[in-house]
């Protein structure tokens, strides 16, 4: 079982829906999660970290279940711009190293 | 925010020869350097942390001879590819921590991809 899944997509959804993608981590002592995005033949950026309480930025609603081992990313009217690989980042101890998901492809279609 | 940089970009190299990446840091001294690899459609694979001043700590199944790591400054660690195959073609990636109290876990670069012929 790999430490981080995702379901890879592709998610094709129209401009302005809402759409949500989950993943999931195996190990339990995990400390600290996050969404990265990357765009195609790029690196990945920091789209925002996941807190026990849940957390909104913007169009972008982000929550974490402990007792299931998951956190999940929810995005509101969606723009073409979203369009991009969504992936799931756990840090598990405190060596600094993340272990990442292998990412959601996300595509809006106008 | 900080910028990590790295360099080259692109390059394509024959079967056999070693590839030099370099990857700065330019506006923080980053202690640790991670260097990642991706395959297309996989997740990035952590293939070593690298810390300045002392020997990169490699992670299970990464030829340490093959790739080798330096990191002999605060702001740069260079990754060589040595005695490249096909089979080493891919995205290296590398990230610098930036120091404590920033809200960023690590700060990467554009990557370099890598295409052996």
């Known amino acids: 079982r790999k430490e981080v899944e995702q379901d890879p997509g592709p998610f094709n959804v129209p401009e302005g829906a809402t759409v949500a993608f989950n993943c999931t981590y195996s190990?339990?002592?995990?400390?600290?999660f996050f969404w990265y995005r990357q765009d195609c033949r790029k690196e990945p950026k920091l789209l925002m970290s996941?807190?026990?309480?849940?957390n909104e930025d913007g169009r972008f609603t982000a929550q974490l279940n402990r007792a299931s081992q998951y956190i999940s990313l929810l995005i509101r009217d969606s723009k073409l711009s979203d369009s991009a690989t969504y992936l799931c980042?756990?840090?598990?101890?405190?060596?600094?190293?993340?272990?990442w998901g292998a990412g959601t492809k996300l595509i809006i279609k106008p | 925010g900080a910028v990590v940089s790295q360099h080259p970009s692109r390059v394509i190299c024959k079967s056999g020869t070693s590839v030099k990446i370099e990857c700065r840091s330019l506006?923080?001294?980053?202690?640790?350097m991670f260097w990642y690899r991706q395959f297309p459609k996989q997740s990035l694979m952590l293939m070593a942390t690298?810390?300045?001043?002392?020997?990169?700590?490699?992670e299970q199944g990464v030829e340490k001879d093959k790739f080798l790591i330096n990191h002999a400054s605060l702001t740069l660690s260079t990754l060589t590819v040595t005695s490249a195959h096909p089979e080493d073609s891919s995205f290296y990636i590398c990230?610098?921590?930036?120091?404590?109290?920033?809200?960023?876990?690590?700060?990467f670069g554009p990557g370099t991809r890598l295409t052996v012929t």
């Open positions: 996941v807190y026990s309480s849940g």
């Open positions: 690298s810390n300045e001043g002392s020997k990169a700590t490699y």
């Open positions: 506006d923080f001294q980053a202690t640790t």
């Open positions: 990230s610098a921590r930036p120091p404590t109290g920033g809200k960023y876990e690590q700060y």
């Open positions: 980042v756990v840090k598990v101890g405190s060596n600094y190293q993340l272990i």
């Open positions: 190990n339990s002592a995990s400390q600290s």
